[in-house]
């Protein structure tokens, strides 16, 4: 099974300029899934206390940022941008990543992951 995903960014709250982080590749091994997916049902016992908590944010730095499609046939190493503030967002029923381009006050976030790809993911090859 082929673990690595490409995941569109380009959504800031800054009228969509992305600041050349165009792509995020992250390899989601079956350990990720299943960390991700304890980490919704985590989320889930905090809301059963709490109803207002929306999402929770763990550090992380699993993925890299690219300006262009770093499937293009060069090496993805090269070509990755430099982000900070790297953070996996999780909510009820997705997970997406965010970060800082380099030196900018603004958040660049990834489209979603679901429930039911994590789950696929999240099986042992």
Same mark, same amino acid.
């Given at each position: 099974?082929?673990?690595?995903?490409?995941?569109?960014? #380009?959504?800031?709250?800054?009228?969509?300029?992305?600041?050349?982080? =165009?792509?995020?590749? %992250?390899? %989601?091994?079956? &350990?990720?899934?299943?960390? %991700?997916?304890?980490? %919704? &049902?985590?989320?889930?016992?905090?809301?059963?206390? =709490?109803?207002?908590?929306?999402?929770?944010?763990?550090?992380?730095?699993? $993925?890299?940022?690219?300006?262009?499609?770093? &499937?293009?046939?060069?090496?993805? $190493?090269?070509?990755?941008?430099?982000?900070? #503030? +790297?953070?996996?967002?999780?909510?009820?029923?997705?997970?997406?990543?965010?970060?800082?381009?380099?030196?900018?006050?603004?958040?660049?976030?990834?489209?979603?992951?679901?429930? +039911?790809?994590?789950?696929?993911?999240?099986? +042992? =090859?």
């Amino acid at each position: 099974m082929n673990r690595d995903y490409m995941l569109g960014t #380009c959504s800031s709250l800054d009228d969509n300029e992305c600041f050349g982080l =165009d792509y995020f590749r %992250i390899n %989601i091994t079956a &350990e990720l899934a299943q960390r %991700i997916l304890r980490r %919704i &049902e985590m989320l889930k016992a905090v809301k059963n206390v =709490d109803p207002s908590c929306f999402e929770l944010v763990f550090w992380d730095t699993h $993925g890299d940022y690219y300006s262009g499609d770093p &499937e293009g046939g060069h090496d993805p $190493g090269k070509h990755a941008k430099s982000t900070e #503030c +790297e953070e996996m967002v999780v909510q009820d029923d997705v997970a997406y990543w965010k970060c800082r381009p380099k030196d900018c006050n603004v958040f660049i976030m990834t489209h979603d992951l679901s429930v +039911e790809q994590l789950m696929v993911l999240s099986k +042992e =090859d």
